[in-house]
Antibody
C-alpha cells in the first residue's frame, strides 16, 4: 500500500526556520515526482512545488519560489518542505502528494493520486 | 495558466445532477486537467485525471469532460457523501495550478 506520512504540527515564531517531512512507503520513491500543496484555513488549495527524487530536479510555483525549498532524501524515502524565515502568512495546512507524471514531466499526467495526512504550521509571535 | 471555477457554490438535493465548470486562461495542452473532492477536515481525493478518466475506485456517477480552456465535472445523481468542495487542477507541462473550488451544498 502506498503511504505518505507527514511530520507533526508545528508552532513557530516569525523569522524562525522550519523543515517538515513526508515519509513515503509502498512504492519506488525515486521514480515518482512528489510535491507540496498549501491550504490556508477556510481557503482553497495552492500548489507549491515538486521534486523528482531520482535526480533532485525541483519546480516551484512563482508564488512560492524563493520562499521555500523542496528536497528529497532517497536513502530514507522522504520529501521535505523548508523555510529559512517564516512569516505569519505561512500559517496553513501543508499536504504532500505524489504526482503521477512522467519522469521528464511532460509525457503524461495522471493526477495527485496519494496524499499525506497534512501538517499544520502555525506562525505567531 | 490561471483557473476559474463556477459557480462558487451550488445548493442541490440528493439525487439531483451537479454540473461544475472550470475555465483556464488559455488552452490546456493534452487535456492535463484533474478534479479533486475535499470534505471538511479531510485530505483531497483524486476523482478525474486527463479531463475525463476516472481515478481508481471513483464511481461512474462522476464524469469529466471538456477540452481547450473549458472543462466540466458532472455528478449525475448526488449521493449524501458527494456534498463537498471540488477543485480543478491544470498542468502546463512544467507547473501546476488549482482553481478556487466549487462548494456543493445540501439544499
Amino acid at each position: 500500500e502506498v503511504q505518505l506520512v507527514q511530520s507533526g504540527a508545528e508552532v513557530k515564531k516569525p523569522g524562525e526556520s522550519l523543515k517538515i517531512s513526508c515519509k513515503t512507503s509502498g512504492y519506488s520513491f525515486s521514480s515518482y515526482w512528489i510535491g507540496w500543496v498549501r491550504q490556508v484555513p477556510g481557503k482553497g488549495l495552492e500548489w507549491i512545488g515538486i521534486v523528482y527524487p531520482g535526480d533532485s530536479e525541483t519546480r516551484y510555483s512563482p508564488s512560492f519560489q524563493g520562499h521555500v525549498t523542496i528536497s528529497a532524501d532517497k536513502s530514507i524515502n522522504t520529501a521535505y518542505l523548508q523555510w529559512s524565515s517564516l512569516k505569519a502568512s505561512d500559517t496553513a495546512m501543508y499536504y504532500c502528494a505524489r504526482h503521477l507524471m512522467s519522469a521528464g514531466g511532460s509525457d503524461y499526467f495522471y493526477g495527485l493520486d496519494v496524499w499525506g495526512q497534512g501538517t499544520t504550521v502555525t506562525v505567531s509571535s | 495558466i490561471a483557473l476559474t471555477q463556477s459557480p462558487d457554490s451550488l445548493s442541490l438535493s440528493p439525487g439531483e445532477r451537479a454540473t461544475l465548470s472550470c475555465r483556464a486562461s488559455q488552452s490546456v495542452g493534452r487535456n492535463y486537467i484533474a478534479w479533486y473532492q475535499q470534505k471538511p477536515g479531510q485530505v483531497p481525493r483524486l476523482l478525474i485525471y486527463a479531463a475525463s478518466k476516472r481515478a481508481t475506485g471513483i464511481p461512474d456517477r462522476f464524469r469529466g469532460s471538456g477540452s481547450g480552456p473549458d472543462f466540466s465535472l458532472t455528478i449525475s445523481r448526488l449521493e449524501p457523501e458527494d456534498f463537498a468542495v471540488y477543485y480543478c487542477q491544470q498542468y502546463d507541462g512544467s507547473l501546476f495550478s488549482f482553481g478556487p473550488g466549487t462548494k456543493v451544498n445540501v439544499k
